[in-house]
């Protein structure tokens, strides 16, 4: 389990990020169109797993947008925005703010994302939402960064993050 904060309050985690240097677990998420991405299918590339509650929060959704902006400056490597948001309105939101290099991949046929990674949140008011976080792996699939972020309103460390990228 993993304390975090949401608005100052403590709150648990289901378990704890995935371990740098260890095969980031097994995953299907459904995409926007209803197809399903795993992790097989981004074997290859580098991949961020831009991970949060839900796009309906304004922290959630300018995490979406930044990544999007950002991954312009990231040739080859994929980035999923992964939430319990339902795909229609994960297309939605990304056809409204014109996003096209992120992947939206929702949970909501495969809540075991959130218990494998750890980031499926166990009580309070988000209790069953996904945690906010980031997990980057390689193109073997062995994880190379996570970051768990404290305080569910606050944004992830962005610099971080692409400094891991290097």
């Known amino acids: 389990m993993t304390t975090i904060t949401f608005q100052g309050k403590p709150c648990q985690t289901i378990g704890e990020l ?3 240097g260890r095969q980031v677990p097994d995953f299907t ?3 926007t169109d209803l197809s399903e991405i795993t992790l ?11 991970i949060f509650p839900s796009l309906d929060t304004d922290v959630c959704a300018n995490s979406v947008l930044i ?27 990304c056809g409204a703010n014109n996003l096209t ?17 750890g980031v499926t949140i166990k009580e309070g008011p988000l209790s069953g939402l ?23 309103t606050m944004e992830p460390d962005y610099q971080a993050v692409f400094t891991a990228l290097s």
Do not use: W
């Open 29 to 31: 998420l459904t995409k």
């Open 67 to 93: 990544f999007n902006e950002k991954a312009n400056q990231l040739p080859g490597i994929m980035i999923l925005c992964v939430s319990a948001d339902l795909p229609f309105a994960q297309k939605r939101f």
């Open 101 to 117: 290099h992120v992947i939206p991949a929702s949970t909501f046929r495969h809540p075991e994302f959130g218990q494998h990674f």
């Open 130 to 152: 996904l945690s906010r976080a980031i997990v980057i792996f390689d193109a073997q699939g062995k994880v190379t960064y996570t970051q768990q972020v404290p305080e569910i």
């Open 18 to 20: 995935p371990q740098k």
């Open 40 to 50: 097989k299918s981004c074997l290859g590339k580098q991949v961020i797993l831009n």
